[in-house]
């Protein structure tokens, strides 16, 4: 789910009008399906990858991480790049980026071969999302038909997970999972052949890029989520997870330098020194760690667990979506009434109850009995910290800083969610080791003569055994991502200062290229 950046409002180039308009708005529409929509499509064809291209489960999330990273460290600066380059080329750029990785992505034989190409298609998103986003003020007049416009967009980003779930499993389920990338490339495709037709070029602004912050930003973190996946896999005392746990710490240093002194710095270091704002990031910190890791597990578990088909474990997670929809609305509703920290409270101790029972998973539990109640309580408290934390992000920022104040709160969320999938991958890959020692014995105790020849071969446990390791680690990861949300709900406590009489105030930062909920 990704929260569009607001866009800094061009009036140079002349807006599309009729039918001309619709068109332009299906393909900025398209555009933000198909980046929003690969999230969650790839998603669904986890397990099938993760055997197709003999991923380890640690390994796998990298598969996530290498879109998440790309996309979230370089998103303000792909937005950098349409106001001095100019929009529509840079959409066109990122489209054609985009697609290309997704026909790599769905050809490759290797592992690296396609983290490179989901790293290819997260640079690619990175230029083609905010780019489109801003679009829209350049193509629709201000008033009912740009905010029309505007709802369209929100509306394809908050409803493209859903979307992207039940299109993966139908991919996965008829074809292969490489269809989850080749059904970019079409539609890729026809956005580059209509949009230079459709769509006007808006007028280039003088300016910097802070490619240096960009970089050094992204590194770090890769570094960092390196670190603590090498762990997972090795240990704490192994001397590469340590060697990348200081590098991050000193290419991290680098980076808070070098946009201290950048005369345009691609991460505005000021917006983290207004409380209710810094408080907004960490609770969205928290709360993407939280989700990517949730829906990461619970695919696997669903599918190599219960045994679901990719098609029925896309429809075992819409609940999730149509909740979240309804939290928001609810939320959205009685803001003017009790303010927006209430719902920032109350939505992440919703979040860590859900999580919390989601513990409980065990190698025997069933989805009616242990998934789908878990799912519909976090769920909620996703769609009413969405809403609050959105609103949140844009309290008392100057009308020409809201595109950065927004690009911030959907840089947060992805790197939020890398950084807290690789934590949850270790607790889950120590978690699974102990428990794979325990099983182990058990099996061989047990096993006949062929049975341990195979397992001696292959060195994998059959599936009885071998799901109490996956269900072990599983529900250990669930901890820490209660954990996370506890820390959201003690954060939006103790460090959010705003009153039901202050959103009035807060709202007068949001245009009509305000943020959309994702």
Known sequence: MTLPRSPSVSRTAAPKRGDGGTIALLVIAGCQLMVVLDITIVNIALPQIQRSLDFSTTGLSWVVNAYTLAFGGLLLLGGRTGDILGRRR????????????????????????????RALQGLGGAIASPTALSLVSTTFREGPERNRAFGVFAAVSAGGGAIGLLVGGMLVEWLDWRWVFFVN???????????PRWIGESERRPGHFDVAGALTSTLGVVLLVYGFIRAAQEGWGDALTLASFGAALVVLAVFVLVERRSR????????FTDRNRAGTYGMMLSLAAAIFGMFFFLTLFVQNVL??????????FL?????????????????????????????????????GWLTLTDAHSTYAGS??????????????????????????????????????????????GSLGLSLLVTVFGTAGRDEARR?????????????????????????????????????????????????GALVALLVIRVRPGDLERIQGGLGPGGPGHG
């Not at 309580?377 to 100057?398: D, E, I, W, Y």
């Not at 105790?445 to 071998?466: D, H, I, K």
């Open 319 to 355: 609940p999730v979506s149509a909740v979240i929809a309804v939290g928001a609305g609810v939320t959205s509703q009685l803001l003017p009434r009790f303010g927006p920290k209430p719902f920032m409270v109350l939505g992440a101790l919703l979040s860590a109850a859900g999580l």
């Open 185 to 195: 490339v079409p539609i890729g495709l026809l956005i580059l052949l209509v949009a």
């Open 307 to 316: 045994g679901f088909g990719p098609l029925r474990a896309g429809l075992a």
């Open 439 to 487: 099983q182990t014995a058990d099996f061989l105790s047990r096993a006949s003569v062929p049975e341990r020849l195979r397992f001696q071969r292959t060195g994998e446990l059959p599936p009885p055994w071998a799901h109490e390791v996956l269900t072990a680690g599983v529900s250990a990861a669930f901890v820490l991502a209660a954990v996370f949300a506890v820390v």
């Open 264 to 271: 345009q710095p691609v991460t505005p270091l000021r917006m």
């Open 371 to 416: 998934v789908l109640g878990p799912m519909l309580v976090l769920g909620l408290g996703m769609g009413m910290q969405f809403v609050s934390l959105t609103l949140m992000a844009l309290s008392g920022v100057a009308p020409h800083e809201t595109g950065a104040a927004s690009g911030l709160l959907n840089t947060t969320q992805q790197v939020g």
């Open 90 to 117: 840079m959409f066109m750029i990122g489209v054609a980026l985009f697609a290309l990785a997704s026909l790599l992505g769905g050809l490759s034989q290797n592992s690296w071969q396609l983290l490179a190409a």
